[in-house]
Every structure is written in C-alpha cells, then in structure tokens.
C-alpha cells in the first residue's frame, strides 16, 4: 500500500511540470502564431468596394429650387443667383417681379432636362409651389493606388477619386462659361450654397481608415 502511494505521487510529481511546460509551448506557440503567421488582409479589389461605398454614402452635388409664385423668405433666397444660373442652363424661365413675390416657371425644354437626370426629388408645398432637387454630380472612385495594414486589424487606404457631373453639373462647373458669367460676389454665392464646383478637375487624392470588427471591414470611427 506504502509502496503504491509512493509510486502515485512520483507520477504525479512528474504529471505537474509536464502539464505546465506544455501550456507554457501553447501559448508561445499562439503568440508566435498571432503575430508571425500572416492574417486575412484587406485586398485593393476588397478596398474599393469599400471606398465606392463610402463615396456613395457621401451623397451627390444638389441644388434645390421652387417652381410657382415665389416669396422671399428664410429658407427661399429668391433674389440669390442660382436661379439665374438655372435660366442660363435653359431649366427655369423667370417671370417679371411683382412686389417681393417673382413667378418661376419652366423653360420650354426645362422639365425634360430634368426628366434625364436620375434621382430629381420633387415635393408639393402648402402654397402651391414645387420643390425640386436635383443632383449635379457624384463622387466616383477612379483608383485605390495603397492599402497598408497596421496592427493586423487597422488598414489604411489611399485612392483617389472624381466628380462624375451630369448635363446640369456641366453647367454648375465653377470653370465652366455659365458661371464665369456672374461676378466674384455671385460666383461665390453660387459655390458656398448652390452647388457650383469645379467638376472638371483631376482626380484628387484622398485616404480613409478601415478597421476590421466580427462582421469585416468598416471605416473607422472618428
């Protein structure tokens, strides 16, 4: 009896080390593994994707205008230059002022320009008018030219992008001879508030960051 006692505990004695050495290799090996083996990365195919997306969400270049019997008023600048420069562009035609109140209406080839434009948003107002906005331009991915990962789960991606305007965003082109036509004072109106940007440029370089959670890939929090 002695003698199996002795035996059980010099096996036991043996069993502890052997079981602490071997979880002291697993997790040097899992660390080894973690750090050395290489992780799924984000691919540049898999970076656009996510790049275009954001872009996308970014939402396109608008101007928002009334069609009827306009008055001024906080949200309706009916004297500021925009509406000009949609008669210029042959979408609006403008009436006479009577009073405050101006009558806007559309040229005769207004509304099928409109109609040709994808994603035009009309409401009807209490007072009879139509709003209407209409997208000038989106933002379009042209090349991811980095992608650089950090830490296994942070990437960071450089591309470059460019606005894709329509025929109306043509004619919102802050180079373009529409806009060139108003005075510094309007010109500048026109790009704080309306729209009007310099579209026909080169793509620009920009860079968002990427971080991977349980379900992928999701642009970092600011």
Known sequence: MFEEELKLQKESSYFIPLALVLVLIAVIVGTIGYWVVPSKSLSQEQA??????????EGPATVH???????????EKIRDPHYRLLEKAGILKLGKAKGA?????????????LAAIPGVVKTRNSDGTDAYTVPLAERQLTAVSKVTISNRDIAYVQFTWQWAPNELGNAFDASGPLVKSFNTWDRSTLI???????????????????????????????
Do not use: C, M, N
């Open 101 to 113: 109140d101006i009558s806007v209406a559309f040229a005769p080839e207004g509304e099928r320009k």
């Open 48 to 57: 656009a994707g996510l790049v275009a997306a954001f872009l996308k969400g």
């Open 192 to 222: 704080q508030k309306y729209g009007v940007a310099f579209y026909q440029v080169e793509p620009a370089q920009a860079a968002l960051t990427f971080v991977r959670g349980d379900k992928g890939w999701k642009l970092a929090a600011e």
């Open 65 to 75: 205008f009334h069609v009827g019997v306009l008055q001024p008023s906080v949200d």
